[in-house]
């Protein structure tokens, strides 16, 4: 919601409400300079549009007008988050006038922000994976990184999945792992080429690292299971000496298998069981299709699109 182009002065009836409240975060609530600003600035904009549109207490403002408000938000182009930030702060208010006896209910209460669209992590192409998985060094420590690394690219594994493999799990002839997924629900899932070649190469100095009786298949330095931020902070630094311009995470490997195997195959429903996704809408979200194979399956499909 924009400000208005005159700056508007307010009626006492909405004015007044407005002042006992500011001085309640102030003296009561103890809450932080920053937050009270936020307050103030998001409540004076609101009671500014109110009055442009002829509403001059507070008493007024039932659903109808809450709702109003936000979609005047999303109008001028405001932020999910920002809306939503507004919306919790008019709940606040009207809270306080509830306990003050100014208002019988809080009208601002059954009104939701619109929700948030869930940003999609950006994906690496395969140029981008071809270099970061140019790894050669052939110390244990590094062997083990390449292995996690192809594993996570080649087989789709989240983060605590990989971990929580292991050498059990794996199994090289066939191309498959063993998986516990979210839920704690099992699952197989596939791998070849480069990454069993390079969890083989980790299994044959595995020795050298793990401790005895330990069963995990990646391990760290100590010899214990390798941890969720070890891994993390691994990938990192490979992405850096690699020369990778992106930054590397467990969860951009995984992004880009599923990116790449759908672009590829084109093939929802598998990718969906690759993935261990329950629901096909979250492999929607979390994939894109590449919108070029989008717009030449339209163009061959559609009778209306064919050139004649």
Known sequence: MTPLALPITLPKTLQQPLDRFYEYLRAERGLSLHTQRNYK?????MAEYL?????????????????????????????????????????????????????????????SAPRKKRPLPKNLD???????????????????????????????LRLAELVDVNVRDVQLRSGEIRVIGKGDKERKVPFAGLAVEWVGNWLKVRKEVAAAGEPALFVSKLGGRI????????????????????????HKLRHSFATHMLESSNNLRAVQE????????????????????LADVYDKAHPRARKK
């Open 41 to 45: 600035q998001q409540l004076q904009t």
């Open 51 to 111: 009055v442009h549109v002829g509403v001059t207490d507070w008493q007024a403002v039932d659903a109808r007008w809450v709702r109003q408000l936000a979609s005047k938000g999303m109008r001028d182009g405001m932020k999910a988050s920002s809306i939503a930030t507004r919306l919790s702060s008019l709940r606040s208010f009207f809270d306080f006038l509830v306990l003050r006896g100014e208002l019988s209910a809080n009208t601002a209460r059954g009104v």
């Open 126 to 156: 395969v140029d981008e994976v071809n270099q970061l998985l140019e790894v050669n060094e052939d110390d244990p420590l590094s062997i083990r990184d390449r292995a996690m690394m192809e594993l996570m690219y080649g087989a789709g």
């Open 227 to 250: 941890s969720h931020r070890s891994v993390q902070k691994r990938m990192a630094q490979w992405g850096q000496k690699q020369a990778v311009a992106s930054h590397i995470t467990p």
């Open 274 to 293: 690759l993935l261990g996704h329950e629901n096909i809408s979250t492999t929607q979200i979390y994939t894109h299709l590449d919108f070029q194979h």
